[in-house]
């Protein structure tokens, strides 16, 4: 069995703060699966929405599972116009991870992702994306504010 390699398409660290970050140009002849890993700090204390390939239809949907210390639960979204990418916090800076599978498939493209803000929770989603384009562009935002300077964002490949 080979070895899988983890080998880097983008990575951009913040100089100023922005609303935004936008991954272009994935190659739709890829094999294996992305990585996107956000390392990040922002304005408010919200969500990290993510879209594939400027897709804003309500083409998501996901399931989540949530812990904050002292309780657990679970629940499902659907005929979302995004897909929860992570959590950025004000006060602390937060370590977000989506897994972006088989993503130059032609079917549905399947999402785990996870998001890890200490003193605060850990989320996980198991996310569908209703769409059977391979991914070629990938765009994160903040629900509201902005990502601080510093936030730094790695998107990965991974081969065999």
Known sequence: MATPT???I???T?????????FTGISATGKGD?????DCQGSNDTRVEGILNSDTGTNYEYVNMQANGSAAESYKD??????????IRSTSRSLNIVNIMDF?????TSILSRENA???????????????????????SCAAG???SGSTFHLYQIVS
Not at 124 to 136: E, H, K, L, M, P
């Open 6 to 8: 983890y080998t880097l």
């Open 10 to 12: 983008d990575s951009t």
């Open 14 to 22: 913040l100089a100023s703060s922005a609303s935004s970050v936008f």
């Open 34 to 38: 992305l990585v996107l890993v956000i």
């Open 78 to 87: 659907n005929g979302m116009t995004y897909f929860h990418a992570g959590v």
């Open 104 to 108: 130059a498939a032609t079917k549905h």
């Open 118 to 140: 200490p003193a605060y929770r850990l989320f996980v989603r198991a996310i569908r994306w209703a769409n059977t384009a391979a991914v070629t562009s990938l765009a994160v």
């Open 146 to 148: 902005t990502f601080n």
